[in-house]
């Protein structure tokens, strides 16, 4: 079982830039699965960026690659997500999410993992 804890939100102005970090418990963070997902009011939460267990794979959705940034850091627990050139549409509240694994396959959707983070907002102002 892991514990998930996003922090790194916060209020930031069109084309600037913020990073989340996601601070795991337990000590086989490196065995999981690790992904960003974002939920904007009235939307289904969506797939924003994952990473393989090994760090081997990644993969974006479109409308964010190019701009974010997903990394994971195993001897500190911690998931990471850079975001630069933020938008507008990019307002929405951010999740970090695990399963655990050691297959490679890509996990692009909510229901592939069982650990989720209580989520932190981002809002960009135009």
């Known amino acids: 079982q892991v514990q998930l804890v996003e922090s790194g939100g916060g209020l930031v102005q069109a084309g600037g830039s913020l990073r989340l970090s996601c601070a795991a418990s337990?000590?086989?963070?490196?065995?999981?699965?690790m992904g960003w997902f974002r939920q904007a009011p009235g939307k289904e939460r969506q797939f924003v960026a994952v990473?393989?267990?090994?760090?081997?794979?990644?993969r974006y959705a479109p409308s964010v690659k190019g701009r974010f940034t997903i990394s994971r850091e195993d001897a500190k627990n911690t998931l990471y997500l850079q975001m630069n050139s933020l938008k507008p549409e990019d307002t929405a509240v951010y999740y970090c999410?695990?399963?655990?694994?050691?297959?490679?396959?890509?996990?692009?959707?909510?229901?592939?993992?069982?650990?989720w983070g209580q989520g932190t907002q981002v809002t960009v102002s135009s």
């Open positions: 999410a695990a399963e655990y694994t050691t297959s490679q396959a890509m996990r692009l959707l909510p229901s592939e993992y069982m650990y």
């Open positions: 990473i393989t267990w090994s760090g081997g794979d990644i």
């Open positions: 337990g000590r086989t963070f490196r065995s999981y699965a």
